[in-house]
């Protein structure tokens, strides 16, 4: 598939695009993690990235809410746009696109706080409301969109940090949906857990489709067949192929991806 | 000198010991190394140890029982008249022994017969010395020899090394644990002492302490300890003040926004500030903060004495800074990143991430640190001494010379002093009111940071 770079602001038809990433290159120190970047994220839809370790899939991720900024040796080139507007300008605020662009973590990273404040403290950071009333109902809402509500809904004052796994997990995706973001990126989100915590995740997933736009980053290839609707395969710091996720793991164009897929590399 | 050259003996025979069993396991193996039980350095320090302990602890014995047994057959040799003295002149006369046969001049001339008695002592000195010269070589010998033929094939060298060491490593944990107790004993028993002569109430909750007094008069009404106790409170709580808020501020810059270059030097220096001697701090507290605190108290309009709280205080927080800082810097490095990066992804600012995640992580931490640099502070002298003065004042004034608990300790134990007069039995009281207070102080931050340890990951 060929980029063309002139293709900055989306537009045509198909469905909306949300993040539109052009000739991204990232550098850790000397070092090149990320060659010439370039696809769009469509919103509602999941998007997978797929490929061997150390291919650059979570920089990429990283990239997308400027979460690389906390690293001193990582340098960035090119542009990413989300919803047209250039978030590595320098009017962007990090703190407002990491409110529009929520993130979930590898680990489980519950706060050392109670599982009620877990989830306010995005909303009180952020100002969309204080204690009261209209707090518990952004708490209340996020758990059961997070599909943790009635697990917890008698143990709002226990520490997060006191859940299972998988428990923690939607209580960092709840945490994440607090904030209302329009993208949610997840890091390989369900490593850490079994297989029926990773089971609920997905589903969990899917549902969040109807009104997020989500981006996965995962090493289990069923999970990104299951989950997404399309697919960027990665490799040594190239994205090799993107696609819908069907193509993909049915006729996949490149060698390496199909390599990949079929486990014969990787 | 017998007992320095037997120590030279033993050290000798027992590297000869361990050379010995280290070839004697080779030979006995014959080339087939891997048959025996432990390897050939086992055999070695076995014989070492056969050959070294039995030796020096016959070694330790003799010399505590040595010197007494022969002053005692020494001064047997003594005519009947003398020796029919009450216990208080035998000491006496025994000492003048002692001194003659050291050489020592008494002055006058000494009688014949203790001068007889003093050489009877040299003699007998000399011939113990040869006697626990021969039979401690003797003795590491056969060690060597007795634990060298048990050298075989299927002897469990290893393990038996290995039980001397574990007992090697208790006793020395022992030591540490019975020195703690003896002299948390030995406080106990003298403030005990203390107390029958000044009732306990009377020091706890007296507001008068002026232990010169004692001698003229009343002794109970003089030992007073809260003007002490106040005093000590409110040069704890400045340097507290000083020191908490700086050092914590220093510890966030350092471990969150310094450059790994400004923290590099940074954490250097202020851990030099832990280096500097205490008595360092003191004269630059009683020399330039003093005054300048006087210079500043006057242009406010207070009346500022030349010593005061405030300036040892300030000093002292400053000496405590590089503590609080310290160990605040690795509670809060040990905070896991993937709480501060799920903070960020959340579009907390690096403000709100420190406030609201990483310090309340770290919270135990710190709450040690402070801990610890409340019981250093209070335990602190040599500031306080040069810089608050002795005159122990019951004021919250911090601009007026105060004394502390261990000030008073300080400048009660230096120099002559008779031991059973209250004023030096009351050190012993203050030192165990000292002891109590920051046992728990330390039992406390011990506790706290334990018990939130682990509270993430």
Known sequence: ?266 | MQSTILIAVIMGLTLVGYLLGRSRAVAVAGGRLSHLHSIPSYHGFFVAIWAGLPAFLLLAVWSCFQDQLIASLAMAGLPDTVRQADAQSLTLIKTNILNIAHGIATGSEPEPSLREAAATYNQLQSLAGFCLLALGSALALAGIVHARRQISMDMRARNRVERMLSIGLVLCSLVAILTTVGIVLSLLFEAIQFFSRVPITDFLFGLHWNPQAAFSGDAAGSFGAVPLFTGTLLITVIAMLVAVPIGLMAAIYMSEYATPGARAVAKPVLEILAGIPTVVYGFFAALTMAPAMQVLGSGLGFDVSSQSAMAAGLVMGIMIIPFVSSLSDDVINAVPQALRDGSYGLGATKSETIREIVLPAALPGIVGAVMLAISRAIGETMIVAMAAGLSANLTANPFAAVTTVTVQIASTIRGDQEFDSPKTLSVFGLGLVLFVVTLILNVVALRVVQKYREKYD
Request: aromatic share 6%; hydrophobic share 35%; net charge negative.
């Open chain 1, 1 to 266: 598939m060929r980029i063309d770079h002139s293709d900055w602001l989306p537009g045509g038809n198909g469905p909306p695009v949300k993040i539109t990433a052009r000739a991204v290159n990232v550098y850790y120190g000397a070092k090149q993690a990320l060659n010439d970047i370039g696809l769009d994220i469509e919103s509602n839809r999941v998007t997978a990235l797929i490929g061997p370790s150390g291919c650059g899939k979570s920089t990429f991720l990283r990239c997308l809410n400027r979460m690389n900024d906390t690293i001193d040796i990582c340098r960035i080139e090119g542009r990413i746009a989300l919803d047209g507007e250039d978030i590595y300008d320098k009017v962007i605020d990090t703190v407002q696109l990491r409110a529009r662009v929520g993130m979930v973590f590898q680990k489980p990273n519950p706060f050392p706080k109670s599982i009620f404040d877990n989830i306010a403290y995005g909303p009180r950071i952020h100002g969309l409301a204080q204690r009261g009333p209209e707090m518990d109902e952004i708490v209340q809402s996020s758990l059961e969109r997070a599909g943790l509500w009635n697990e917890v809904k008698d143990r709002l004052k226990e520490p997060g940090t006191g859940l299972s796994g998988g428990q923690q997990q939607r209580l960092c995706i709840a945490r994440a949906i607090a904030v209302s973001p329009e993208v949610i990126l997840m890091d390989e989100p369900c490593s850490a857990l079994d297989p029926i915590a990773t089971a609920h995740i997905e589903e969990l997933i899917d549902e969040l489709r109807e009104n997020y736009t989500i981006v996965i980053v995962t090493h289990n290839m069923q999970q990104a067949a299951r989950v997404s609707q399309k697919t960027a395969f990665f490799h040594l710091g190239n994205m090799v192929e993107y696609n819908d996720t069907e193509e993909i793991f049915t006729n996949p164009r490149d060698e390496r991806t199909q390599g990949y897929i079929t486990g014969r590399f990787g």
